[in-house]
């Protein structure tokens, strides 16, 4: 017992990168609603969320 390791998680630094990697406009978009129909547009689309940043975007399919 006793041991004090002066062990820090990369994961904050990993996260910073990432989001410098959003602001360079490389998000990690990940699918949130797969092809549902948007009235506005009357197509069928697909919603995507970046998982580091949270921004959105829709793709006509
Ligand atoms: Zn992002």
């Excluded at 547009?41 to 793709?59: M, N, P, S």
């Amino acid at each position: 017992m006793g041991e004090v390791l002066p062990f820090r998680k990369p994961r904050v630094s990993e996260r910073f990168k990432g989001l410098s990697f959003c602001r360079s406009g490389f998000h990690k978009w990940v699918i949130v609603k797969d092809q549902h129909f948007d009235a506005r547009q009357g197509k069928l689309i697909t919603l995507f969320q970046c998982r580091r940043c949270g921004k959105t975007k829709v793709e006509l399919l």
